[in-house]
């Protein structure tokens, strides 16, 4: 629901020219949707626990076109919880919502540590909450499909709106409730992430996202470009280039063509067309 510089929605202007923004071969696979969604995220206070459901759950149960699998490229260090560390049986997590019983919940889970420019994929029904303090930026599929395993002392109604209308018995079933061990999870994260590819390849069939480090170019296509280091400068195909401070973002459609990013930035596209 990006507003643009003249007034119009994003996501109207898409519709209305679906062939500038997105590309033949993106409209031709995925229709007008964007596939993508980009945020950045500031968590002033450690997030609640909660999960989303993948695709086909999202479909027969709340009729949207994706589940909501993410990513997060980390921009200042924290701690964050990320799976489970043993079997949970449904009754159990049941029970644990019921109670909200953070302690215990937290408990059961892995706590990583992270660190500027490490990345981590959350894959669909996977416990996660990210820690106070840390700033990063998200991409993921463009749905708002969350499962809160709790509320209290947060500013939200989980009671209401934490089950996606569907009541937390059903709910929890699109919740992984199998343990993993922490090499397991390890396999998420990618320290440090180095120029190209800052996700594992389970990542793929979801969206993109990539680290320019030094100088790199990219071929025409819808993409997001948020500069997270110093300045970075933004060449296109005609020649025309833009300087860009650090926290910029800058999106792009597909009939601006290739171009080339010189600075240290972040590049979130949709999946490939393949």
């Keep these: 629901m ?22 033949a071969a993106h409209v031709q696979h995925f ?13 002033g206070q450690r997030l609640p626990v909660h999960a989303h459901p993948d695709g086909d759950f999202a479909e027969k149960h709340v009729s949207t076109a994706h589940g909501k699998a993410e990513a997060w490229f980390i921009l200042s260090a924290g701690a964050v919880h990320l799976g489970l560390i043993r079997d949970v049986p449904l009754s159990e997590l049941r029970a644990l919502v019921g109670a909200q019983d953070s302690a215990t919940l937290l408990s059961l889970m892995h706590e990583i540590q992270v660190s500027a420019g490490d990345s981590i994929f959350v894959p669909h029904g996977m416990l996660h909450a990210i820690g106070a303090g840390i700033l990063l930026a998200e991409v993921q599929e463009p749905e708002d499909l969350s499962i809160l395993l709790e509320w209290t002392g947060f500013d939200l109604d989980g009671e209401r709106d934490g089950h996606l209308g569907l009541g937390f018995d059903l709910a929890l079933t699109a919740v992984e409730s199998h343990g993993r061990s922490i090499s397991e999870v390890e396999e998420f994260v990618l ?19 990539d680290r320019v480090t030094s100088s790199r170019d990219f071929p025409s296509g819808f993409a997001i470009v948020i500069v997270i280091g110093g300045s970075a400068k933004l060449i296109s195909a005609a020649g025309s280039s833009m300087e860009l401070p650090a926290g910029s973002t800058v999106l792009i459609p597909h009939a601006a063509g290739s171009f080339h990013i010189d600075g240290d930035a972040l590049v979130a596209r949709p999946p490939r067309c393949e």
């Design 2 to 23: 990006t507003r643009l510089a003249d007034g119009e929605l994003l996501t109207d202007a898409i519709e209305r020219d679906p062939l500038s923004w997105l590309g």
């Design 191 to 209: 320290r440090n992430s180095p120029e190209g590819s800052v996700l594992p390849e389970s990542a793929d069939p979801f969206f993109r996202l």
């Design 31 to 43: 229709g007008v949707d964007t596939m993508l969604l980009v945020k950045l995220l500031d968590a």
